[in-house]
């Protein structure tokens, strides 16, 4: 998407959207300079792809992606967990979502339940096969290097936000209010020292990445 910035020059920006992470507010906080983005108006461009997918996408195009700025948002992946679990059972037939296969299942599983089916790389899953995956997944390359230039954290995405506002001198205004919360309980309660090793052994990548832990905030890049 093409931003005005405050210094009458205008700064090409791509939005890579891993789901869960506070999309809604940044869609919102661009909007609606996001519509002319390549990501929406490009049909093979839609949806929850990954930087190697963006890439694939943009050279089918005759495009550089690395002509634009990247930016992302990460999120604890313990709370990552809590929030898809509750976001897609109550995701009637999976229509938001388009994850039907989990929602038939996750409509009937305690968390503890939802546990066993994240650790069985076997169990039924729609093919998009987003939440067996990292979260860096989206973001790095094949040698597992981080390939966006920004990576902001959902905990603390306002202020960071406003950060990179300031240093890109983008000229537009994050609002205040954050949208689309799923789950407003603490995430921690619904772990068991079990569940915590599971997620902890499925996101190392992650954690290593994006310095979480399983109760601290992220160490702000």
Known sequence: ?????????????????????????????????????????????????????????????????????????????????????????????????????????????????????????????????YLKKQQSDWVCDEEGQIRVDHVLHQECLLQELQTLIAQLKIDVSPTANRVNVSTKDDYRSYYSQRGIDLVASRHRRDCELFGYKFSDQPQAS
């Open 1 to 129: 998407m093409q931003l005005p910035t405050t210094d009458s020059n205008e700064l090409s920006l791509i939005y890579l959207h891993i789901p869960k992470c506070g999309g809604s507010f940044i869609q919102k906080t661009f909007a609606p300079y996001s519509e002319a983005c390549p990501t929406i108006q490009w049909d093979d461009a839609r949806g929850h792809l990954t930087y190697l997918e963006y890439l694939r996408v943009f050279e089918n195009h005759g495009e550089d992606i690395h002509h634009n700025q990247i930016m992302t948002v990460v999120r604890n992946p313990w709370a990552w967990h809590v929030s898809w679990f509750n976001y897609v059972r109550r995701d009637r037939w999976g229509k938001r979502s388009g994850l039907k296969v989990e929602h038939k299942l996750f409509r009937r599983m305690s968390f503890d339940d939802y546990l066993n089916w994240l650790d069985d790389d076997n169990a039924p899953q729609s093919p998009q096969g």
